[in-house]
Every structure is written in structure tokens, then in C-alpha cells.
């Protein structure tokens, strides 16, 4: 391991704090806006402490973040501006601040994981949603987080899965719409139903007015381990199957099996394992799953198991440009 390396890995959650703290003062957005400027004259128009501010700058400029000018300005990188832009589909800041206001306080289980194993921990503590969906304030900003993970890359995604001939898709757990109204925008013909828990409901309808798709979109609330799943040419699980061990997962997958059309397909849309372990982001993500949900993340392979378990087959992988690729099985 290279000094940078450790350096990087000791470190990390002082730029992750950094990252939050500068998208929340709209730091990024005046550079955005402005151009390159000096910590005094973002301070001024952010009305923040210029010093804390200064130590925030140096800490983002020494990971590349942002880049430092010999007259002391600092400039966002270009290829950089969309993950801080919060009117880009790219924009990473509602889930930064997931990460800080949320994953961090759950990775101190995992000493006691170590210790104790995730089982027995985890007896004592609610289930996973009924923390996320504990009221409507984390409900939003959960959905709002998820919102920005899936809707950028949704438009690749929808192209991916060619539906062109489907005429109805569920999109189960479906959350505020993400991949509904990607889908939706790309294919003309097509009804989307998001099945999710009740009190998603109401964000669900928010997008459908907001993005004026009347009764092509549409929300069917219900539990998929208690209720059969609604049926449909198509059924897709976005950052779903991720939340649940194996067994549960082939469960969920036999459920949207015998709700899918002969012919049909299922989608799953998920980060993946490269075969060596990596990316990074997937590997940190699977480590949050771990303490966030009782699920993890996989390879292709793997979910081409989950899948033939189920009774799909013609199973296909199809990346994205993004990190959130598209794994289809068919049903006979």
C-alpha cells in the first residue's frame, strides 16, 4: 500500500464531512456561479466562518476535489460541476448527506458485528425501513437521496432494457419514481406502476404531478413479502435485491416471476462486483448494506444464480456508463 493510499484510507472521513459541509453552505454553488474565488470572498457571500471555512478548501483541494490557484482562489474542476450542480442529474449532494447525517452513525455497529456477529445485534434493534420510514421528514430525505443515486443514470438504464414492445412495467420498490419516469419519458406507449409501501405514496404522487404524466404513472402500495407483486409485461427492482439476503431475494424473484407475462422480463438494477473485488464505491456501498439493511452487493454471476433459481433464464448483463448497471432474466 503507497503512503497516498493509507493516506486516503485513514483520512476519509474528514473529506467526506468536507464534501457535506460545502455542499450544505453552497460553497460549490458559488463556484458554480462565480468562478474561481478566494476563501474570503465565498465566506462574505455565504456568510460562514472564513476560517473554518480556509481548513474545509484545503482538505477537498488535497483530494482533488477542487483545485487551488497560486493567488489563493480556489476553482472547481469542470468535470466535477455536474455532482455538485443540484439542478444536474448527476448532483451527489442528498446522498453525501445520507452518508454523514446517516451511514456514519450505523458503521459504529460494526465492531460489535465483529464481535457478536450481525444476528444477534440486530435482534435488539427495529427493522431497517421501520427506521428509514420512521416519518415523513426521513422518508423524504431518503427518497430524496435515492432520488439522486438512480435518476440520472434511469435514462441509460431505460435504454438498456429496450421496451419497446412491453405495454405495462412495475417497478417494484420504486420509491419517488426514479426509473418510472425515465421509462416513461423513453417510451411512449408504456404504463408504469410503482409498487412500494404505503407511505410512499404520497412522494410518488408529487413526481407524477410535477413531471405532468397523468395516468400513465401510477402507485400501488402493499408489502412484497406479504402480497403478491401486480402483474405486468415487465417488473424491475432497482437497489432492491441489494437489501436482502439470497434466500429472500429468490423469494421476491418467484414472486415477480409468476407476476410477469409470459415472455416477459425482469430487471434488476444494482451496483456490481467486478470478479477481483472492486470498484471501491461498491465494495464501501457493501459495507453499508451491511449495517443499513440485512442485504450486500454482488456480481453478475451471482444474480444470474438468484435468477435461474427463480426460473428466468436468458439471463444478460448490460453496463452502464454509470455505476449502476442492468441485469435481465426472461421468463419462458
Same mark, same amino acid.
Given at each position: 500500500?503507497?503512503?497516498?493510499?493509507l493516506?486516503?484510507?485513514?483520512?476519509?472521513?474528514?473529506?467526506?464531512?468536507?464534501?457535506?459541509?460545502?455542499?450544505?453552505?453552497?460553497?460549490?454553488v458559488?463556484?458554480?456561479?462565480?468562478?474561481?474565488?478566494?476563501?474570503?470572498?465565498?465566506?462574505?457571500?455565504?456568510?460562514?466562518?472564513?476560517?473554518?471555512?480556509e481548513?474545509?478548501?484545503?482538505?477537498?483541494?488535497?483530494?482533488?476535489?477542487?483545485?487551488?490557484?497560486?493567488?489563493g482562489?480556489?476553482?472547481?474542476?469542470?468535470?466535477?460541476?455536474?455532482?455538485?450542480?443540484?439542478?444536474?442529474?448527476?448532483?451527489?449532494?442528498?446522498?453525501?448527506?445520507?452518508?454523514?447525517?446517516?451511514?456514519?452513525?450505523?458503521?459504529?455497529?460494526?465492531?460489535?458485528?465483529?464481535?457478536?456477529?450481525?444476528?444477534?445485534?440486530?435482534?435488539e434493534?427495529?427493522a431497517?425501513?421501520? @427506521?428509514?420510514y420512521?416519518?415523513?421528514? +426521513?422518508? %423524504? /430525505? #431518503?427518497?430524496? $437521496?435515492?432520488?439522486?443515486?438512480?435518476f *440520472?443514470?434511469?435514462?441509460?438504464?431505460?435504454?438498456?432494457?429496450?421496451?419497446?414492445?412491453?405495454? @405495462?412495467?412495475?417497478?417494484?420498490?420504486? +420509491?419517488? %419514481? /426514479? #426509473?418510472?419516469v $425515465?421509462?416513461?419519458?423513453h417510451?411512449? *406507449?408504456?404504463?408504469?406502476t410503482?409498487?412500494?409501501?404505503?407511505?410512499?405514496?404520497?412522494?410518488?404522487?408529487?413526481?407524477?404531478?410535477?413531471?405532468?404524466? %397523468?395516468?400513465?404513472?401510477?402507485?400501488?402500495?402493499?408489502?412484497?413479502?406479504?402480497?403478491?407483486?401486480?402483474?405486468?409485461?415487465?417488473?424491475?427492482f432497482?437497489?432492491?435485491?441489494?437489501?436482502?439476503?439470497?434466500?429472500?431475494?429468490?423469494?421476491?424473484?418467484?414472486?415477480?416471476?409468476?407476476?410477469?407475462?409470459?415472455?416477459?422480463?425482469?430487471?434488476?438494477?444494482?451496483?456490481?462486483?467486478?470478479?477481483?473485488?472492486g470498484?471501491?464505491?461498491?465494495?464501501?456501498?457493501?459495507?453499508?448494506?451491511?449495517?443499513?439493511?440485512?442485504?450486500?452487493?454482488?456480481?453478475?454471476?451471482?444474480?444470474?444464480?438468484?435468477?435461474?433459481?427463480?426460473?428466468?433464464?436468458?439471463?444478460?448483463?448490460?453496463?452502464?456508463?454509470?455505476?449502476?448497471?442492468?441485469?435481465?432474466?426472461?421468463?419462458?
Open positions: 500500500m503507497t503512503s497516498s493510499s493516506d486516503n484510507a485513514m483520512f476519509g472521513l474528514f473529506s467526506t464531512h468536507a464534501l457535506h459541509l460545502a455542499d450544505k453552505h453552497g460553497v460549490f458559488h463556484l458554480i456561479e462565480e468562478g474561481p474565488a478566494t476563501p474570503d470572498r465565498i465566506a462574505a457571500a455565504r456568510r460562514i466562518d472564513v476560517e473554518t471555512l481548513r474545509l478548501l484545503l482538505v477537498l483541494a488535497s483530494v482533488s476535489i477542487i483545485e487551488r490557484d497560486a493567488d482562489s480556489y476553482r472547481l474542476a469542470d468535470a466535477l460541476v455536474p455532482s455538485f450542480d443540484p439542478h444536474n442529474p448527476r448532483y451527489i449532494g442528498g446522498f453525501v448527506r445520507h452518508l454523514v447525517t446517516n451511514t456514519t452513525q450505523q458503521l459504529s455497529q460494526l465492531d460489535a458485528y465483529l464481535t457478536h456477529g450481525k444476528s444477534a445485534v440486530d435482534a434493534l427495529p431497517p425501513f421501520e @427506521t428509514i420512521r416519518d415523513e421528514t +426521513a422518508t %423524504g /430525505a #431518503f427518497l430524496e $437521496a435515492m432520488w439522486q443515486l438512480s *440520472g443514470v434511469s435514462h441509460e438504464l431505460a435504454q438498456l432494457a429496450e421496451l419497446e414492445e412491453a405495454r @405495462t412495467l412495475v417497478d417494484v420498490g420504486g +420509491a419517488s %419514481g /426514479a #426509473f418510472a $425515465a421509462a416513461l419519458g417510451y411512449p *406507449g408504456l404504463h408504469v410503482v409498487y412500494d409501501l404505503p407511505q410512499v405514496g404520497p412522494f410518488l404522487e408529487r413526481t407524477r404531478d410535477a413531471k405532468g404524466l %397523468g395516468d400513465r404513472l401510477s402507485f400501488a402500495p402493499g408489502d412484497f413479502f406479504q402480497d403478491a407483486l401486480p402483474a405486468a409485461d415487465c417488473l424491475s432497482g437497489y432492491i435485491l441489494s437489501d436482502w439476503e439470497d434466500k429472500t431475494c429468490v423469494e421476491l424473484l418467484r414472486k415477480a416471476y409468476d407476476a410477469c407475462a409470459s415472455g416477459g422480463r425482469v430487471l434488476l438494477m444494482e451496483r456490481l462486483f467486478d470478479e477481483d473485488g470498484p471501491l464505491a461498491t465494495a464501501a456501498q457493501n459495507l453499508s448494506m451491511h449495517v443499513e439493511t440485512y442485504g450486500r452487493h454482488r456480481t453478475a454471476a451471482e444474480y444470474f444464480a438468484l435468477l435461474g433459481e427463480a426460473g428466468f433464464t436468458d439471463c444478460a448483463v448490460r453496463r452502464s456508463t454509470w455505476d449502476k448497471h442492468l441485469v435481465m432474466g426472461r421468463k419462458a
